[in-house]
């Protein structure tokens, strides 16, 4: 597991689950209120119907095989400053509907409460402050991964998304 890798290359959450549950509970209802509208929201919004692994068409003489299969992991990349929060979980959201397996965050700047609420109600528990390379570097170990770059850090991994602000 990607959280096992981490932990060996001694890369351990600097987020922990007694903070994440103190800020479940100290996060007001109106922001709390929010987030789950967001991510609901864009949960139902990205169900497709059947998820397809393989599809072939045949157009004449030519042969296109699209196959696909969930990554082990996704890197968020953020900057609170940059994006709202319900745009950050809605990215998030979106990667757990395309059953990735293990969504990895780092953080630059202040850490809110707001944001742990959001971490803790998508279930991500991987949450990093330091480095940032150091993380893709152990990540980059397995190549079924992608960075979503929130915070225009400009790391060298493809794929990487990075959208402007």
């Given amino acids: 597991m990607i959280e ?5 290359a001694g890369l351990l959450p600097d987020i922990h ?3 994440l549950a103190q800020a479940y509970e ?4 109106l922001h709390k209120s929010i987030l789950k ?3 609901s929201f864009t949960y139902a919004v990205a169900q497709r119907g059947p998820e397809l692994v393989a599809r072939t068409q045949i157009l004449g003489h030519v042969r296109e095989i699209v196959q696909s299969q969930p990554l082990s992991w996704a890197f968020f990349c953020v900057d609170l400053s940059r994006f709202s ?3 950050i979980f809605s ?7 395309a059953k990735v397996e293990t969504i990895v965050v780092h953080v630059t700047g202040q850490v809110s409460d707001y944001f742990l609420f959001g971490c803790d109600l998508l279930s991500v528990d991987q949450i990093f402050t330091g480095s940032p390379q150091a993380i893709l570097d152990v990540l980059s170990q ?6 979503i770059d929130l915070a225009g850090l400009n790391l060298d991994f493809a794929p990487t998304f990075c959208p402007d602000p």
């Fill in 85 to 87: 929060l319900p745009a």
């Fill in 17 to 19: 689950d007694e903070l």
């Fill in 26 to 29: 100290i996060c007001p209802a």
């Fill in 37 to 39: 509208n967001a991510v």
């Fill in 142 to 147: 397995d190549q079924k991964g992608v960075v």
């Fill in 91 to 97: 990215a998030m959201t979106l990667s757990l509907v």
């Fill in 4 to 8: 096992d890798h981490l932990a060996q």
